[in-house]
């Protein structure tokens, strides 16, 4: 089992930079996949970047690509993903997640609680 616990989230600007963590618990976290996705209101929960357990390979989706950078620290059991130039299209709660086929099937196993990101025009 694996927990999972987001913070960071809060209201941003447009163009504004937002920085979220998410601190895992349980399991041998280097041994995961992990990654962020999202849910607006009314839609379903997307995609939105991922990195391998050695933290050597990431994908995104084509919608942040060159403005979130995910990253972790084993060491700290912790990922991050550090969003720039934020557009109101990126409000959205946003979940970290981990599992085996979070990179190669975008999907997860294991869910933190989700944090709220604004982006305000």
């Known amino acids: 089992q694996v927990q999972l616990v987001e913070s960071g989230g809060g209201l941003v600007q447009v163009g504004g930079s937002l920085r979220l963590s998410c601190a895992a618990s349980?399991?041998?976290?280097?041994?995961?996949?992990m990654g962020w996705f999202r849910q607006a209101p009314a839609k379903g929960r997307d995609f939105v970047a991922a990195?391998?357990?050695?933290?050597?390979?990431?994908d995104y989706a084509d919608s942040v690509k060159g403005r979130f950078t995910i990253s972790r620290d084993n060491a700290k059991n912790t990922i991050t993903l550090q969003m720039n130039s934020l557009k109101p299209e990126d409000t959205a709660v946003y979940y970290c997640?981990?599992?085996?086929?979070?990179?190669?099937?975008?999907?997860?196993?294991?869910w933190g609680q989700g944090t709220q990101v604004t982006v305000s025009t």
């Open positions: 997640a981990a599992g085996p086929f979070v990179l190669s099937a975008r999907r997860g196993n294991y």
């Open positions: 990195i391998t357990g050695g933290g050597s390979g990431t």
């Open positions: 349980g399991r041998t976290f280097s041994n995961y996949a």
